[in-house]
Every structure is written in structure tokens, then in C-alpha cells.
């Protein structure tokens, strides 16, 4: 069964930074998608970063592109998200998600990361808040 389990959230002040963790288990961690969405109030969900762990090849929204980072550490089959220079517009319910990334019909090929809607597995959110 594949489990996700987000935390590190927190409230921190404009220009501040924070670290989330997702640590997972129940599936081959190399062969996986991993990323972060967020959901504000009255907002609809939005990815945010994701890595391919088989070549940790990256993507970032245009949102949070140059403020925060993805990484994943495949010893401990955690992903993290290293978030800087933090907005009032980042507040939000954070969640980790993935899907399996090796195209089906050829092994040697994988889905880019940031194909949104693969993404079938889903850990429960860790909240965001950006204040002063």
C-alpha cells in the first residue's frame, strides 16, 4: 500500500523559509513521481514542485520558481521541499502526492513529473501559514 506522510509545516513570517518532509513507503521509490501541491481557501489545488527520483530531474511552478526546492533522499525514501523567501500567497494546506513514473508500455521511459492529473496517491495535508 502506498503511504505518504506529510510534515514540517508551520506559521513563519514573510521573507522567512521552512522545510517540509514527505516520507513514504509501500513502493519502489526509484520508479516513482513525487511532488507537492497546495490548496489555498476558495483556491483550487495547484502543484506546486515534483522530482522524478529515478534521474531527480525537477520541475517548480513559475509561482515559487527560485524561492523553493525539491529534493528527495532515496535512503530514507523521503522527498522534501525547502521553501525560501516565503509570501503571504503561499499559505496554503500542503500535500505530498505520487504516481508511478515508468510509462507502461516501455520501461525504459518515464513520465515527466509534472504531468498533474498521474498523480493517484495522496498524503494528508501539512498547513502553511505566511504572517506577520
Known amino acids: 500500500e502506498v503511504q505518504l506522510q506529510a510534515s514540517g509545516g508551520g506559521l513563519v513570517q514573510p521573507g522567512g523559509s521552512l522545510s517540509l518532509s514527505c516520507a513514504t513507503s509501500?513502493?519502489?521509490?526509484?520508479?516513482?513521481?513525487i511532488a507537492w501541491f497546495r490548496q489555498a481557501p476558495g483556491k483550487e489545488r495547484e502543484g506546486v514542485s515534483c522530482?522524478?527520483?529515478?534521474?531527480?530531474?525537477?520541475f517548480n511552478a513559475d509561482s515559487v520558481k527560485g524561492r523553493f526546492t525539491i529534493s528527495s533522499d532515496n535512503a530514507k525514501n523521503t522527498v522534501y521541499l525547502r521553501m525560501n523567501s516565503l509570501k503571504p500567497e503561499d499559505t496554503a494546506l500542503y500535500y505530498c502526492?505520487?504516481?508511478?513514473?515508468?510509462?507502461?508500455?516501455?520501461?525504459?521511459?518515464?513520465?515527466?513529473?509534472?504531468?498533474?492529473?498521474?498523480?493517484?496517491?495522496w498524503g494528508q495535508g501539512t498547513q502553511v501559514t505566511v504572517s506577520s
Open positions: 502526492a505520487a504516481f508511478p513514473a515508468r510509462v507502461p508500455t516501455d520501461y525504459s521511459r518515464y513520465y515527466y513529473c509534472n504531468a498533474w492529473s498521474r498523480y493517484g496517491s
Open positions: 522530482i522524478s527520483i529515478y534521474d531527480e530531474s525537477t
Open positions: 509501500g513502493f519502489t521509490f526509484d520508479d516513482y513521481a
